[in-house]
């Protein structure tokens, strides 16, 4: 809806709600087919990287369950980067976007309103892997050979959010980490290769890509192997497209398609390889051998686990403003 087409619904609800208390009416309205509790699903556009994370949402979409649960079109579209990603739903290119609870809570704190539809990956801590690796020959092998050595990352995203809880959960002190600020993802992932970088955090399928050329997974860096998941992707979905009529019953739709393909994906994983190579630019050393990962059903992320990222921004000054776990996970 163009900003045109509001201007015009909002003077003509003005001009009728007016008419009707001058007229004396004093009767309860009536659930009308634009009332967004009671419309049909509507178009859903959602922006996505190409990551792992949105395996169901491909297969929803080949298989036909978003059709099956009553969406009329469902557009996925694929960014270059999680900055694209982000300035598409700030500007209403996209209604939803596959992301992290740190992007999440910074959308929510500096005025784009979100609502947390469901977990992605890392319901578990066996989905979603992230980790901190050793470049080939550095001899590193433990976190605590890690003390004072930089570690590349970048800072106010969810790579250094999992640095700073593994080496917390090791005992290891803030003052003992040392980080290296290399925002590329693949920029880090050669920079470790070559030992320009004695170690890197990196998410799959970086992390399988570094132990096929010699790298190796520090013991303890691993947080598929840790007590509870640090590195969860959401579908955040915005509050303006949840509010307007359909906009509620799109995402129920959308969730229900979610948890179709997550039943098909979880009962036979890698027959579905063949599509996350295709979609999510596997290279081709890990073309027949990556791990398919299963997926969760659709559950929303924990308000404990929110709040921990919220503190954590905080405390680093990365918080643009006010965001709270219940503003996110309201419906």
Do not use: H
Not at 62 to 74: H, I, K, N, S, T
Not at 110 to 127: F, W
Not at 197 to 215: D, I, M, Q
Not at 277 to 303: N, Q
């Amino acid at each position: 809806m163009t900003f045109a087409s509001r201007m015009t619904r909002a003077a003509l609800a003005a001009f009728l709600g007016g008419a009707l208390l001058l007229a004396g009416c004093t009767s309860e309205p009536e659930a009308s087919e634009t009332d967004p509790g009671t419309a049909e699903p509507v178009k859903f556009t959602v922006g996505t990287l190409s990551t792992q994370d949105s395996l169901p949402l491909w297969v929803a979409e080949r298989d036909g369950y978003f059709a099956d649960a009553g969406l009329p079109e469902v557009e996925i579209v694929t960014f270059q980067s999680a900055q694209e990603c982000q300035v598409a739903l700030q500007s209403g290119a996209v209604d939803a976007l596959m992301t992290d609870l740190i992007v999440a809570s910074n959308l929510q704190a500096t005025g784009t309103q979100v609502r947390l539809a469901t977990v992605m990956l890392g319901a578990t801590p066996a989905e979603g892997r992230f980790a901190i690796v050793a470049a080939p020959g550095s001899g590193i092998t433990s976190l605590d050979d890690l003390k004072g050595v930089p570690v590349g990352t970048a800072s106010a995203t969810i790579t250094e959010y999992i640095l700073d809880r593994l080496m917390e959960d090791a005992g290891i002190a803030g003052a003992d980490v040392v980080k290296e600020e290399v925002k590329k993802m693949p920029v880090r992932f050669e920079l470790l290769m070559a030992g320009q970088l004695k170690a890197a955090v990196l998410p799959e399928p970086f992390v399988s890509l570094a132990e096929l050329g010699g790298a190796t997974v520090i013991e303890g860096g691993d947080d598929t192997e840790a007590s509870e998941n640090v590195s969860q992707s959401v579908l955040a979905v915005s509050r303006e497209y949840v509010d307007t009529p359909g906009g509620a019953a799109s995402v129920t739709a959308v969730l229900e398609a979610w948890d179709a393909a997550v039943a098909a994906i979880n009962a036979d994983p890698d027959s579905f390889r063949t599509l996350l190579v295709e979609k999510a630019g596997l290279p081709a050393p890990l073309a027949d051998i990556y791990k398919v990962s299963t997926y969760p059903v659709a559950v929303v992320p924990e308000a404990d686990r929110i709040a921990d990222v919220l503190d954590w921004m905080t405390v680093r000054g990365y918080l643009g403003g006010e965001a709270t776990p219940e503003d996110m996970l309201a419906e």
